[in-house]
């Protein structure tokens, strides 16, 4: 049953510390996600890779935070420095990307605090 | 820009009885429409999808959605829930580029609990 894995999957940190989230997407699926979810915005869409380039990261903010792909297997979102607005889970999710109607996989989060 | 509106943040159920869950979209294109559920600390896990056809979708679980096109609705609806359907739930319109799937957009979910 293969699944979209993510690392940590909790970590508490202090303001102004560096966060790195790890993402494996399912092996084969050539486009992957970064998600944010929190009680007053809800689920959002921060940045996403296809073939490990980076189509969109409009939802992200620029300077703070940063999304590479360093390998097919792999998926990094960094945070620095962290400040308490970022509290939140991040998700990674993955599809295969045949065709048009393909379903994305998400992993289990990170649940970032930061305090 | 796409929009999805979930009016329900809670919906309480007794078990047993029907459920039906609202979702309405605004996309300028031919929806691709996602109903997703979460359980408490967990990912999120598809239930069904639509994007052409049959205008309804059955889903895992025994759920099934409804495509309305002349309302811009997608709801999700169960004939008879049980106690492990507590959950959270979200509807998504996705986005397709000539390259293929893009982002989701989610509505802010609905809070199903369910009554003994």
């Known amino acids: 049953d293969a699944r979209v894995t993510q690392t940590p999957r909790d970590k508490v940190t202090e303001m102004g510390q560096e966060v790195t989230m790890r993402c494996q997407p399912i092996?084969?699926?050539?486009?992957v996600f970064w998600y944010r979810q929190t009680m007053m915005q809800g689920l959002e869409l921060l940045a996403y890779?296809?073939?490990?380039?980076?189509?969109?990261d409009s939802g992200m903010p620029k300077d703070r935070f940063s999304a590479e792909m360093p390998d097919a297997t792999l998926a990094t979102l960094k945070i620095q420095p962290s400040e308490p607005r970022d509290s939140a889970v991040y998700f990674c999710?993955?599809?295969?990307?045949?065709?048009?109607?393909?379903?994305?996989?998400f992993g289990p989060g990170t649940r970032l605090l930061v305090l | 820009a796409q929009s999805v509106t979930q009016p329900d943040i809670h919906i309480t159920v007794s078990e047993g009885a029907s459920l039906e869950l609202r979702c309405n979209y605004s996309?300028?294109?031919?929806?691709?429409l996602f109903w997703y559920v979460q359980s408490p600390g967990q990912g999120l896990q598809l239930l069904l999808k639509?994007?052409?056809?049959?205008?309804l979708v059955q889903g895992i679980k025994g759920f099934e959605a409804e495509f309305k096109r002349s309302q811009s609705s997608f709801n999700l609806r169960k004939p008879s829930v049980h106690w492990s359907d507590a959950a959270e739930y979200f509807c998504?319109?996705?986005?397709?580029?000539?390259?293929?799937?893009?982002?989701?957009?989610f509505g802010k979910g609905t809070h199903l609990i369910i009554q003994p």
């Open positions: 890779f296809r073939n490990r380039a980076p189509l969109d």
């Open positions: 092996l084969g699926h050539n486009t």
């Open positions: 639509y994007f052409s056809g049959d205008t």
């Open positions: 999710a993955s599809v295969r990307t045949g065709g048009a109607f393909e379903t994305q996989y």
């Open positions: 998504a319109v996705g986005r397709y580029s000539g390259g293929g799937a893009d982002g989701l957009t």
């Open positions: 996309y300028g294109a031919t929806p691709y």
